[in-house]
């Protein structure tokens, strides 16, 4: 296991260097770190101040080596827009993200997994069909529409008809004025971009598990068990569903490591400065040194993440072997 | 110049019932108010508001800090400036002057001969909020840091200054230029976006690195606190010596999204919005549920968005075209497009803004209206005709010309499309190609390689800069690349009385000479403004105390007088 993992890391390594300079290369001959300071009026020193001190002079591998070598040394460098240290802009804007993820899968994998088997247990039911169509009405619902819908139906329109002293539930950031912690308030805050995460998450993994069910529900070893009298909710629950798992612990794994940098759109409308937003606000002012190591971060949670669905393998099913 | 710094203005505008403004104050000007102001605020509370953008950083002076929002929401109450811009009055009508600030006791005493200089005197009782006394100490080194600091966003105006006398009394400043040298826009220095720095603290010291993510002292009203991506608090000075503010705590809340942002409000998350004057917002805003807030519209704000030609190149290197180009363009209804639906629908009339209305012409370019007929006339005379197409052309060459602007600017976009018809229909064939603000303004422009752009002159201080934009000696293709004079606009005659307007110590001359350049560029038709960018303000009813626009320091300007409705 351990050489397996060493290995996979290994193989990282030339991947993220490869895909760092494209980024950086991309980044660079796109967007124009300067381009804020052109229309200003002392524009021509401001631009030739801010030319040398970013060192936009030397060539574009000079200045992604520059950045490489501080990165490796655990120097993630400096904003070009704010001038604050990148490492604590990244670690201050993944902790709000963090939280979305996890309340997000948790209350995803929980609905899709009972909507799932639910679906698989009750094939061509009227059940079966009423969450087939939601589901393929969640895949296809654009988060930022249904975003800003729950918005306008569960917070304004509550708040202004029914002549609310404040909402019921909140659409900005995590926490009230003056409030911390995990509590009421909390929740209230976070009720609604959960559920813009949730809609798209139940959606397609509840699909997954109830194919997942169907497969192994058809297995000969899950009639072999009925056979034998093994109570229903026994094989479905420990025969069945753990052998359906397999599968979506690969889905659920790297859906969530995508959502790292993923949360944009539900960021921006909530107005929670994670992740998400702070990748828009570095890329639309070419901020390169927040950017690459956004990347690099990003990337290296979608392959910690990619490890631990091979790892959780092998705890699901003790026949999978990793070498 | 462009509408950077202030990349993200929000300007306010609209009422029900409109104030027209008589003549002489430029017949675009459209302004309603409300009557928010007279409702008493209580002492105490929290006032959470809503605000569009967060700014880079907290070092106002360093490069890091280009946005208008930073300004808006924690200089203003915390960094001491010699003079405020303030409403010039509280009917709303967007007119804005300068004031000494709390700091100073009166007017600042300028001398012009032998060289300018200007003498301070500092409010005895004007103190930080660590009780050290803000002194001539701190001028001096706010000077030092705009002439000789490290990464510095705008030197304009502290080059020429020779020197800041402290040898009368640490209460008194006396600021000497160079000889030969002066500076007519005097009241913007230790001012505007600059303001006054703390010596006692800043000096020998890392300025940036203790500024930029925030700082724990004031010279204001207020003391802030960021909470990055998050918010900005403002809780009181208690050293503050005057007026102590209204309410406990402001709290900025950030929301970069529209659409939430008016959410927000409509659910009383936030108590005000100081939205951009975007197509969306407009359809906000007019698409209703407003009710229980208060709203104003100002389309007398500090920004024109205006046609700038490319006088250097054809087709536009005919004074003739440019003036039938005028006449092809029936401004009003494109305003009315735009902005009808807050109730602004005339064009503005002069490349100055409304706030620097008094050193230029407000109907400089109201003779330029639809009319074809002049169109043809003026085409006809400099030997044009027109092609099977409709299309003017002469010795073989077409009336064809492309329009740039930044991308993803709804607004801009929708105004290209109206002119794109307007223009074809007088004979014009105009097409569109946009960029990203960094190659438009980066490039484009300063290189001279474009026809015509449409972007907007946004001033940050009561006094034009028209130099800048049309003096011939800005002109980049003839010295050396520099100079912001991107329309190679090319009216000898006005020269000496733009400059004048910049340097001339005497406020009537510059007025005078203002003016009569306004008239000169419009006859030369340089650029033809367009529409005046309306400040939007929104606040619920719930809040209380004297609120109006300022399109120089931004809604909140006063908000130390805000509170919650008593």
């Known amino acids: 296991m351990l050489t397996f993992i060493l290995r996979r890391i290994l193989y990282s390594v030339p991947v993220l260097l490869v895909a760092s300079f494209l980024t950086f290369w991309g980044i660079r001959s796109t967007f124009d770190p300067l381009a804020r300071f052109r229309s200003s009026r002392d524009s021509a020193r401001l631009v030739a101040q801010q030319r040398k001190a970013l060192q936009l002079d030397h060539p574009i591998v000079w200045q992604w080596w520059h950045w490489l070598s501080g990165f490796v040394r655990g120097d993630m460098g400096t904003s070009w827009r704010t001038h604050e240290n990148v490492s604590e802009m990244i670690r201050r804007a993944s902790w709000p993200t963090l939280q979305l993820l996890f309340w997000g899968t948790l209350v995803s994998l929980t609905l899709a997994i009972g909507i799932g088997i639910y679906s698989a247990v009750k094939q061509y039911s009227v059940g079966d069909y009423a969450?087939?169509?939601?589901?393929?009405?969640?895949?296809?619902?654009?988060?930022?529409?249904?975003?800003?819908?729950?918005?306008?139906?569960?917070?304004?329109?509550?708040?202004?008809?029914?002549?609310?002293?404040?909402?019921?539930?909140?659409?900005?950031?995590?926490?009230?004025?003056?409030?911390?912690?995990?509590?009421?308030?909390?929740?209230?805050?976070?009720?609604?971009?959960?559920?813009?995460?949730?809609?798209?998450?139940?959606?397609?993994?509840?699909?997954?598990?109830?194919?997942?069910?169907?497969?192994?529900?058809?297995?000969?070893?899950?009639?072999?068990?009925?056979?034998?009298?093994?109570?229903?909710?026994?094989?479905?629950?420990?025969?069945?569903?753990?052998?359906?798992?397999?599968?979506?612990?690969?889905?659920?794994?790297?859906?969530?490591?995508?959502?790292?940098?993923?949360?944009?759109?539900?960021?921006?409308?909530?107005?929670?400065?994670?992740?998400?937003?702070?990748?828009?606000?570095?890329?639309?002012?070419?901020?390169?040194?927040?950017?690459?190591?956004?990347?690099?971060?990003?990337?290296?949670?979608?392959?910690?993440?990619?490890?631990?669905?091979?790892?959780?393998?092998?705890?699901?099913?003790?026949?999978?072997?990793?070498? | 110049m462009s509408d950077q710094r202030g990349s993200v203005r929000l300007f306010a505008c609209f009422a029900a019932l409109a104030v027209v403004l008589g003549a002489a104050c430029g017949s675009s000007a459209k302004q309603s108010g409300t009557t928010a102001s007279t409702v008493a605020p209580k002492h105490g509370g929290t006032l959470i508001i809503g605000a569009e953008q967060e700014p880079d950083c907290m070092d106002w002076i360093a490069s890091c800090a280009g946005s208008s929002w930073g300004t808006w929401l924690a200089e203003i109450q915390t960094i001491p400036f010699a003079y405020r811009t303030v409403p010039a009055n509280?009917?709303?009508?967007?007119?804005?002057?300068?004031?000494?600030?709390?700091?100073?006791?009166?007017?600042?005493?300028?001398?012009?001969?032998?060289?300018?200089?200007?003498?301070?005197?500092?409010a005895p009782q004007a103190v930080w909020s660590d009780g050290v006394p803000i002194t001539c100490a701190d001028f001096a080194y706010t000077l030092d840091q705009q002439q000789h600091g490290t990464d510095l966003y705008d030197q304009t105006g502290y080059l020429d200054i020779a020197k800041v006398d402290c040898s009368h009394g640490a209460k008194t400043v006396i600021v000497t230029w160079k000889p030969g040298t002066s500076y007519a826009s005097w009241k913007a220095l230790f001012s505007g976006t600059v303001g006054i720095l703390p010596s006692h603290i800043l000096k020998g010291k890392d300025r940036d690195a203790l500024m930029k993510d925030g700082y724990s002292w004031s010279g204001g009203p207020c003391i802030a606190k960021g909470n990055k991506g998050d918010s900005i608090e403002l809780t009181h000075n208690p050293k503050w010596w005057g007026t102590p503010a209204v309410a406990d705590k402001v709290v900025f809340k950030i929301l970069p999204d529209t659409s939430a942002e008016f959410q927000a409000f409509k659910s009383g998350q936030v108590l005000a919005i100081y939205p951009q004057p975007q197509i969306d917002v407009v359809d906000a805003i007019s698409a209703g549920g407003l009710t229980g807030a208060n709203t104003l519209y100002n389309s007398n704000t500090a920004t024109v968005e205006a046609l700038w030609m490319n006088n250097a190149k054809p087709p536009f290197n005919s004074t003739a075209v440019r003036q039938a180009l005028a006449y092809s363009?029936?401004?009003?209804?494109?305003?009315?497009?735009?902005?009808?639906?807050?109730?602004?629908?005339?064009?503005?009339?002069?490349?100055?803004?409304?706030?620097?209305?008094?050193?230029?012409?407000?109907?400089?370019?109201?003779?330029?209206?639809?009319?074809?007929?002049?169109?043809?006339?003026?085409?006809?005379?400099?030997?044009?005709?027109?092609?099977?197409?409709?299309?003017?052309?002469?010795?073989?060459?077409?009336?064809s010309f492309t329009i740039n602007t930044t991308t993803t600017n709804r607004r801009r976009e929708l105004t290209e499309e109206i002119l794109q018809q307007q223009l074809k229909d007088a004979g014009f064939e105009m097409k569109i190609s946009n960029m990203k603000s960094g190659d438009l303004f980066g490039e484009k422009l300063p290189q001279g390689n474009y026809q015509i752009a449409l972007y907007a002159n946004n001033l940050t201080a009561l006094t034009p800069g028209l130099c800048t934009l049309f003096c011939s000696k800005n002109n980049p293709d003839t010295h050396g690349g520099n100079g912001n004079n991107w329309s190679r606009a090319n009216v000898p005659a006005a020269d000496p009385l733009l400059e004048a307007v910049d340097n001339n110590l005497d406020e009537s001359t510059r007025m005078a000479d203002?003016?009569?350049?306004?008239?000169?560029?419009?006859?030369?038709?340089?650029?033809?403004?367009?529409?005046?960018?309306?400040?939007?303000?929104?606040?619920?009813?719930?809040?209380?105390?004297?609120?109006?626009?300022?399109?120089?320091?931004g809604m909140f300007w006063n908000i130390d007088r805000w509170g919650l409705a008593s």
């Open chain 1, 131 to 323: 969450f087939t169509g939601l589901s393929y009405l969640g895949i296809a619902m654009p988060p930022f529409w249904f975003g800003l819908l729950a918005i306008g139906l569960l917070v304004t329109y509550p708040k202004t008809h029914w002549n609310l002293n404040e909402p019921i539930l909140y659409s900005v950031g995590l926490h009230s004025e003056g409030q911390s912690g995990l509590n009421l308030d909390y929740f209230r805050h976070l009720a609604l971009p959960v559920a813009v995460l949730a809609v798209q998450g139940v959606a397609a993994w509840s699909r997954f598990v109830r194919a997942s069910m169907l497969d192994v529900l058809n297995a000969d070893y899950v009639r072999t068990a009925r056979a034998k009298g093994v109570p229903r909710r026994k094989v479905i629950f420990k025969h069945a569903f753990r052998n359906a798992t397999i599968p979506l612990i690969t889905v659920v794994a790297l859906d969530t490591a995508f959502l790292i940098g993923g949360l944009l759109i539900t960021e921006q409308i909530f107005a929670i400065p994670g992740m998400g937003r702070l990748f828009l606000d570095s890329l639309l002012t070419g901020d390169a040194p927040v950017l690459l190591s956004w990347f690099v971060v990003v990337a290296i949670t979608v392959i910690i993440f990619n490890l631990a669905a091979d790892v959780l393998y092998g705890v699901a099913d003790p026949r999978i072997r990793v070498s």
């Open chain 2, 514 to 553: 203002g003016k009569r350049a306004d008239d000169l560029l419009a006859t030369d038709m340089v650029a033809l403004p367009i529409d005046p960018l309306p400040d939007i303000l929104i606040w619920s009813k719930k809040l209380g105390g004297p609120i109006q626009d300022n399109s120089i320091e």
């Open chain 2, 329 to 399: 363009v029936d401004r009003d209804a494109l305003v009315k497009k735009l902005f009808g639906k807050l109730g602004v629908d005339k064009a503005v009339n002069s490349l100055n803004p409304y706030v620097a209305r008094d050193y230029s012409n407000p109907d400089a370019t109201a003779k330029y209206h639809l009319d074809l007929d002049m169109v043809n006339k003026l085409m006809t005379g400099a030997g044009w005709s027109k092609g099977s197409d409709g299309v003017w052309a002469k010795s073989g060459q077409r009336a």
């Open chain 2, 90 to 122: 509280d009917k709303n009508t967007g007119e804005l002057k300068s004031v000494p600030g709390p700091v100073l006791t009166g007017e600042a005493k300028l001398a012009t001969t032998p060289v300018q200089k200007l003498t301070y005197s500092i």
